[in-house]
């Protein structure tokens, strides 16, 4: 069940409240075991969702879920205030330093990555024109609500506070966060960056990978020094369930304490490139053949867990397929291996891949071989090698019968005939057939 805190102190919050109530068939109950302006009196129920309201301001409610009746999720609908413009956006809550706003000093509430990841999604169907949407960095109170929680905010003025299309958006998406979990599998913990964290917001977006806490530039100044606070770095993986960060800029003493207390610190190539892949296998991978940032691809068959065997690509049949055409060369290779080993910057496919077996190493030889027959006139696999034959322009041929290097020669690698002292030399006449066997 989905828990909403509306505040009485906080015009946009009611706002989005009195939308919920329209949106929906709910049933009016009265709570007499808590007084009215903490959750207690009149409340409302509809299917999946119960709405409570508190007189003070969102941030000094702490322990909100008491009030409610065993919820999964808590989001508080709330305001958004900046000079951000028309806005929607949420965040998780909690101090990664100084309590200035609601909360305590280093401590941090349980944090919903998945159900935020859906918000997003919620926000974009139903945000009204003109208006944008986004995530934030972990930022004032309260620390303690009981369970996982974020807010859910309208913003950023008086204007949009007061803007029916605004709050019934907000209020829209609240309700499409019914039966949302509020955990998934893949999830981490952002540090650095601006208060907005675009490049985390590109990760919700863009990879299988759900944000938990941020702790933006701001919030790591805040922080000091993190060998000093531990237990508040430890806090943002245990109450993101996460066990990876991505950190953006460099902050080697930050890095050092998350990988000390046991968690991984990887670059946004790696949750691009693990987006669809398990986890337990990627690892695998990596150990076997080479680490992602030094340039690991996974390919099509990384789908499922699988036994694999380490196998040498074929490194002059590779190279003359990928000159012949780079995206089918890569392709031959991506199509039948779990993960393969690539160069300059990943764009290159050389060195090593891993495969199911013996029929897929040469599924890929097979294909290879069909992009390099492109150049040559004929292409035929034998004796633990891909040979290929064609007839070209010989420059000795030519010299011996008096052509002059130059134009001349380009016209009869090309097919055209030439005058030599008044005789005419044919293309035939220049041409050797040749033969290239490239290892398999």
């Known amino acids: 069940m989905i828990a909403v805190v509306v505040s009485r102190a906080d015009h946009a919050s009611e706002h989005i409240g009195e939308h919920l109530l329209d949106l929906a068939e709910w049933t009016e ?48 609908a709330s305001r958004h205030s900046g000079e951000t413009g028309p806005l929607l956006t949420g965040h998780f809550t909690g101090n990664f330093g100084h309590a200035e706003y609601g909360g305590t000093e280093g401590d941090l509430a349980r944090a919903c990555p998945n159900a935020q990841a859906r918000l997003l999604s919620a926000f974009d169907e139903h945000a009204p024109e003109g208006y944008e949407v986004g995530m934030e960095c972990t930022h004032h109170g309260p620390s303690r609500v009981g369970v996982p929680s974020m807010f859910v905010e309208l913003g950023s003025g008086e204007e949009e506070w007061s803007d029916p299309d605004g709050a019934r958006a907000v209020a829209r998406a609240i309700l499409d966060l019914r039966g949302v979990a509020p955990h998934r599998e893949r999830q981490l913990v952002g540090f650095g960056g601006g208060h907005y964290v675009p490049r985390f917001e590109r990760v919700v977006r863009e990879t299988d990978w759900a944000v938990g806490h941020v702790a933006a530039d701001w919030c790591l100044e805040s922080l000091g020094d993190p060998a000093k606070r531990r237990d508040t770095v430890r806090q943002a993986f245990e109450r993101s369930d996460a066990d990876h960060a991505l950190v953006e800029g460099d902050h080697p003493g930050l890095t050092a304490v998350v990988e000390d207390l046991g968690y991984r610190v990887v670059s946004e190539t790696w949750v691009r490139e693990t987006t669809g892949v398990p986890l337990d296998l990627a690892g695998d991978l990596e150990a076997a053949l080479t680490h992602v940032d030094d340039g690991l691809r996974f390919g099509d068959l990384a789908d499922e867990r699988r036994s694999f065997s380490v196998v040498d690509l074929p490194a002059e049949l590779l190279d003359d397929a990928s000159g012949v055409d780079h995206e089918r060369a890569r392709e031959a290779v991506a199509g039948h291996a779990l993960a393969y080993e690539t160069t300059d910057g990943g764009s290159r496919v050389a060195g090593r891949a891993a495969v199911r077996d013996r029929d897929d190493y040469d599924r890929i030889v097979d294909e290879l071989a069909a992009v390099v027959a492109e150049k040559y006139d004929a292409v035929e696999r034998a004796d633990g090698a891909v040979v290929a034959h064609e007839t070209a322009f010989d420059p000795a041929k030519a010299r011996k019968l008096g052509v002059p290097e130059g134009p001349a020669f380009g016209k009869l690698s090309n097919g055209q005939a030439v005058e030599v002292d008044g005789e005419t030399i044919v293309p035939e006449a220049v041409h050797s057939e040749r033969t290239h066997r490239f290892p398999v």
Not at 32 to 58: K, M, N, Q, W
């Open 29 to 76: 109950r009265e709570d007499a075991s808590r007084p009215d302006g903490e959750g207690g009196g009149g409340y409302y129920r509809t299917d999946g969702v119960e709405l409570r309201e508190f007189d003070a301001l969102h941030l000094d409610v702490e322990d909100a879920a008491a009030a409610f009746d065993d919820p999964d999720l808590l989001l508080f």
